[in-house]
């Protein structure tokens, strides 16, 4: 199966959370009858939309609670989440940087970048803090 070009939610949806592993991508927590949300590293106020990059792998990641509970709340809604946030690739800021090249400190332990296969399947790409790919 190609890759798409233009994903749907309904191809999204089920890529990230596969790719999760039905759990938090920052702290871990396994997410079945727990709230749950997807994450948008770059969101949309912040130029998601330029260039096709809202509604992708590389930009979609599941995080515990909701826009302001869990770790989504905490690096959405305070000061301190959202430098950590931006700091460690869960929140993207800028038009310039593009999440396909952007990694994040997963479960704060490994510096990855969320990614798709060649088969359309969910991967983690490992990376150095920097973006450079090890
Ligand atoms: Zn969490």
Redesign the pocket.
């Known amino acids: 199966m190609p890759v798409p070009v233009d994903w749907s939610r309904a191809d999204l949806e089920p890529l990230v959370f596969a790719r999760s592993g039905w759990s938090?991508?920052?702290?871990?927590?396994y997410l079945p009858g727990r709230a749950y949300s997807l994450q948008h590293r770059r969101a949309r106020g912040a130029g998601g939309r330029r260039g096709g990059v809202l509604d992708t792998p590389w930009n979609l990641i599941l995080?515990?609670?909701s826009a302001t509970t869990?770790?989504?709340g905490?690096v959405e809604q305070t000061g301190e989440g959202r430098r950590w946030g931006q700091d460690h690739g869960f929140v993207i800021r800028g038009e310039a940087r593009d999440p396909a090249s952007v990694p994040m400190f997963r479960h704060r332990r490994d510096w990855v970048i969320p990614s798709v296969d060649e088969h359309g399947v969910g991967v983690w790409l490992p990376a150095e803090p920097d973006g450079v790919l090890t």
């Open positions: 938090c991508d920052l702290c871990r927590m995080m515990c609670g869990g770790c989504h905490w």
